[in-house]
T-cell receptor
Framework: GEDVEQSLFLSVREGDSSVINCTYT??????LYWYKQEPGAGLQLLTY?????DMKQDQRLTVLLNKKDKHLSLRIADTQTGDSAIYFC????????????FGQGTELSVKP | KAGVTQTPRYLIKTRGQQVTLSCSPI?????VSWYQQTPGQGLQFLFE???????NKGNFPGRFSGRQFSNSRSEMNVSTLELGDSALYLC??????????????FGPGTRLTVT
């Protein structure tokens, strides 16, 4: 079945690294995504990783994929107060066209 | 390039009424998907349109419908509104419905309140 799980809250100090974790169940998932949502706004695509990759780095963002354990993580280096938001993990299965299955979202709170 | 636009941004309706929401995708994008976001259920997929055809549909009742026009703009309609339909409705566009580098870009959403 399709299911994506995330922890609900994460609190870090400004300047520290944040690691947001996600697990998924669909082994046919081809793409895994991270989106950011700020209050009152839509979803901003941060990055995505193809299922045959282990890691992807994009400036302060690092995505790690453990396909065997179906575990995805997003690391934000040098976390800033502007990074405070809800972060969603999402999977797209190979035969599901554009359908994304989202996790519940992790609320990241960055304290100065 | 302009992003995904959704109109209206806010809407208040009464139970039993119907509502139509509009989405204009990024120029050149041919696929439009719709999602419902509520505090209780999170983000749930409604449907996807590509080249004016519905390609995929989520588990929502028939009161939820949509369509796509030849210019890729899309509308979704909810008939006989219920209190539980109060939500943020998000539209996402992408270049194509399948293929490598499938990136979906979301609009700001329409906040629907049903009283």
């Amino acid at each position: 079945g399709e299911d994506v799980e995330q922890s609900l809250f994460l609190s870090v100090r400004e300047g520290d690294s944040s690691v947001i974790n996600c697990t998924y169940t669909d082994s046919s998932s081809t793409y895994l995504y991270w989106y950011k949502q700020e209050p009152g706004a839509g979803l901003q695509l941060l990055t995505y990783i193809f299922s045959n990759m282990d890691m992807k780095q994009d400036q302060r963002l690092t995505v790690l994929l453990n396909k065997k354990d179906k575990h995805l993580s997003l690391r934000i280096a040098d976390t800033q107060t502007g990074d405070s938001a809800i972060y969603f993990c999402a999977e797209r299965a190979n035969n599901q066209g554009g359908k994304l299955i989202f996790g519940q979202g992790t609320e990241l709170s960055v304290k100065p | 390039k302009a992003g995904v636009t959704q109109t209206p941004r806010y809407l208040i309706k009464t139970r039993g009424q119907q509502v139509t929401l509009s989405c204009s995708p990024i120029s050149g994008h041919r696929s439009v998907s719709w999602y419902q976001q509520t505090p209780g259920q999170g983000l749930q997929f409604l449907f996807e349109y590509f080249s004016e055809t519905q390609r995929n549909k989520g588990n929502f009742p028939g009161r939820f419908s949509g369509r796509q026009f030849s210019n890729s703009r899309s509308e979704m309609n909810v008939s006989t509104l219920e209190l539980g339909d109060s939500a943020l409705y998000l539209c996402a566009s992408s270049l194509e419905a399948s293929g490598i580098g499938y990136e979906q870009y979301f609009g700001p959403g329409t906040r629907l309140t049903v009283t």
